[in-house]
Nanobody, 120 residues
């Protein structure tokens, strides 16, 4: 079965850094676009960053210049390095794996999330 397991969340002070990880199993990892989403209380889930099979990255405006997404296909793991953290970065961060083979044939998997809290 497919499993995405996030780790590395925790409490950090404003201006601090965290690296969260997502380890995937049950998929051919290199065939998937990997992404990090987050959901704060009272808000919709939003895309933070994504990385394609070929390593092309995309970031939300709020993350540009502060966050870096990377992947290690040998370890079936995607990372999100977060720096200069702000209070508004507080959220549950979810790992996503996506593969669209055709308009009627697509796969989309989610992890259970890891809590990131930015607070003094």
């Amino acid at each position: 079965q497919v499993q995405l397991v996030e780790s590395g969340g925790g409490l950090v002070q404003p201006g601090g850094s965290l690296r969260i990880s997502c380890a995937a199993s049950g998929i051919i990892f290199s065939s998937y676009v990997m992404g990090w989403y987050r959901q704060a209380p009272g808000k919709q889930r939003e895309l933070v960053a994504s990385i394609t099979q070929g390593g092309t990255t995309n970031y939300a405006d709020s993350a540009k210049g502060r966050f870096t997404i990377s992947r290690d296909n040998a370890k079936n793991t995607v990372y999100l390095q977060m720096s200069s953290l702000k209070l508004e970065d507080t959220a549950v961060y979810y790992c996503n794996a996506k593969r669209i083979r055709s308009p009627v044939d697509w796969l989309n998997y989610w992890g259970q999330g890891t809590q990131v809290t930015v607070s003094s």
